[in-house]
């Protein structure tokens, strides 16, 4: 059975505190969501200000294959005909196939925030409805508060419901707006929507449902609605969304679709779940979680040595599905936890063998992560632990000591210089760099010194610097870990260090950092000799 999917990042999405969008980001997002397969995208309200406005004319020359655009408002103001009401003229001018109107099911809000009667609101909700689908639209009604306004009072709230299915409304939404149902609610008062229409001798309408996840619950009780007969579903990509959040249309598809059997998206869809989810993330400019359900970085990451060691025998073990079906891929952490299982399968994902030595080196990551090290985070680092336990590991360069500099005088700036000295070969090598620190001074006179026998060097640039304190109750004595990021080209890789004294900490990850991309180097170059 298909399931109707309902996208409102462009607009309730970016009531999250914190986002906003310019016009140029919601068309982009537009076009991700539109090739995702998502059936309907909300743009935005175009009576609230110019920016969504300005969406509502853009879109249009946007070219959409398969998402219909749906403009945002409320139902007429009391008092108002639709003809005088300026948010009623702002949808007309959207000039939207779809309008979804939004209007007030609970009484507490009819009463309390409106302050209007309860048959004025139904003539809201009845007249702004019927206006649209005399235009021709199709209407999507949202039953705002509908699940607090059942349980204050169930007669009235179905009466709003039923005014807007009497007036035409192609779709009947119930929202959780305050996002505190529970799923078995969801569950009962969708049962009793469906049953009421038949009381009334009234043809079942099309229902859809809206979840907010201010109880961690908006996931759950989409799903509870669709398995009581809901088709259509409306929530944002990664759940953005004021408070706590809208329901997250990416577990949703991925579970309505792998584990319930229904049809959202095609399968070719449903591989792009997570770099949709990494690429919205992107453009609203915030950090993809990385432990979000089914797409996140570490949603199919394994540490523990027993479940690795599980997974290289039954992929399915250790895994609900396979990562593949949204895009994303297994990963095997190394850690103080890993068994040899995580360095074997780490070390034939990057192309190296081990030769048997796998014991040596869990023992060493071991003894490292007792001191502050962390590999799961530097990737680099490991992988030259792994380089330099083979039988035939041989250094491009070895760093034999530094001296590092730090003054201030008088009223002057402070100042930086580090010396180095450095083997190549036979060749020792004295160098001195100042910098605009310690670590960049340090940085400055190891390049030097490797520079004129590695050139390549000069691609490789340090394009992020972290440094974590380990042992905080240790106030200033407390251990360092100094994580690197370094990048050639399109390739990126992770190095850290970790030592009482942070100078000695930033050596290590920067020496990993810089021979980490030679030996690669040299690896491509025996490899194409060959």
Known sequence: MQIMLYDTTLRDGTQREGMSLSCEDKLKIARILDDLGIHYIEGGWPGSNPKD??????????????????????????????????????LVAAETPVVTLVGKSSILHVEQVLETTREENLAMIADTVAYFKQRDKEVVYDAEHFFDGYKLDP????????????????????????GGALPHEVAAITRAVRASFHAQGLPEPDLGIHTHNDGAL???????????????????????????????????????????????????????????????????????????????????????????????????????????????????????????????????????????????????????????????????????????????????????????????????????????????????????????????????????????????LAEVRLVDYKVRIIDEHRGTAATPRVLIESASGDERWSTIGASHNIIEASYQALWDSLELPLLRSRERQNRESS
């Open 218 to 456: 908006a996931v759950a009780n989409a799903l509870a609605a669709v398995q009581e007969g809901v088709r259509q579903v409306q929530g944002t990509i990664n759940g953005y969304g004021e408070r706590c959040g809208n329901m997250d249309l990416i577990p949703v598809i991925a579970n309505l679709q792998l584990k319930l059997g229904y049809a959202c998206v095609n399968p070719a869809q449903l591989q792009k779940l997570s770099d949709v989810a990494h690429s919205v993330a992107a453009i609203a400019n915030l950090n993809p979680d990385p432990h979000a359900a089914y797409v996140g970085r570490s949603a199919f990451a394994h540490k523990g040595g027993i479940h690795v060691a599980a997974i290289e025998k039954v992929a399915s073990s250790y895994q609900h599905i396979d990562p593949t079906l949204v895009g994303n891929t297994k990963r095997v952490v190394v850690s103080e936890l890993a068994g040899r299982g995580n360095i074997r399968v780490r070390a034939e994902e990057l192309g190296l063998t081990l030769q048997g030595v796998e014991g040596n080196v869990v023992q060493r990551i071991k003894e490292l992560e007792h001191r502050g090290f962390q590999f799961e985070a530097a990737e680099g680092s490991f992988e030259m632990l792994i380089r330099r336990s083979a039988v035939d590991y041989a250094p491009p360069f070895d760093l034999l000591d530094f001296t590092v500099i730090v003054e201030k005088r008088g009223n002057h700036q402070i100042t930086s210089q580090a010396t180095v000295k450095v083997r190549v070969g036979d060749q020792v090598m004295h160098t001195a760099a100042e910098g605009d620190g310690p670590v960049n001074a340090l940085d400055g006179a190891i390049r030097k010194a490797l520079l004129p026998h590695y050139p390549e």
């Open 53 to 90: 406005a300005e969406f509502f004319q853009r879109v249009k020359s946007l070219g959409l294959t398969h998402a219909r655009v749906a403009a945002f408002g409320a139902t007429r103001h009391a008092g108002n005909r639709c003809e005088d009401d300026a948010n009623v003229r702002a």
């Open 155 to 178: 007669n009235y709230t179905l009466a709003t419901l039923a005014a807007a299915a009497r007036a035409g409304a192609n779709c009947l939404v119930l929202c959780d707006t305050n």
